[in-house]
């Protein structure tokens, strides 16, 4: 059976393009929240060249990220996908399996995505992981870790002032 065909980004140009994505374990197998895994995501999440991931969570059996598209915001959300798990698992010589696909969610307004970042970082406080978001190690916060890469101006340039969270320049 094929996919369903994607919904193309209607927002308008000003409006930034930023999806909320979670990423399941196959049969919700608890193998993700190590160190080496971390180590991983931010290894695979270094190396993406059309995709800025702003903010991610690793939690035993699923990852929630917060991306964007760098220049084209048309871009094809499985290729982001696709390529963290491929990368991950190349990394780590796995031989667990990944749930087929992810869950996505185009944020549609500017407090969208201070929602989310407080759902992503209380996750591990509601599975009793921790009892403080602080606590938990595997966490990718805005601005870590970015390097030099840039996102384009329709990217990310509207969030600042609504989340208070600083983005690169």
């Not at 308008?12 to 895994?37: G, H």
């Not at 990220?65 to 698992?89: D, H, Q, T």
Request: charged share 25%; glycine share 4%; net charge positive.
């Amino acid at each position: 059976m094929g996919h369903p065909l994607r919904i193309p980004v209607w927002l308008a140009w000003e409006q930034s393009v930023v999806y909320f994505v979670t990423i399941c374990m196959a049969d919700r197998k608890a193998v993700l929240a190590n160190p080496q895994i971390f180590r991983a995501f931010k290894l695979a999440a270094s190396k993406l060249r059309d995709w800025h991931v702003l903010a991610a969570i690793v939690l035993p059996d699923h990852l929630h990220i917060i991306v964007a598209p760098i220049r084209n915001r048309e871009a094809k959300l499985g290729s982001f996908s696709a390529a963290l798990k491929r990368w991950m698992r190349e990394q780590l010589g796995a031989s667990w399996r990944w749930q087929a696909g992810c869950f996505d969610r185009l944020l549609r307004r500017n407090e969208s995505l201070h929602d989310k970042w407080l759902y992503i970082r209380e996750n591990p406080v509601r599975a009793g992981l921790v009892q403080k978001w602080e606590d938990w190690p595997y966490r990718y916060e805005f601005n870590e870790e970015i390097g030099k890469r840039r996102a384009c101006p329709t990217t990310l340039h509207r969030f600042d002032s609504v989340s208070g969270i600083r983005f690169p320049q």
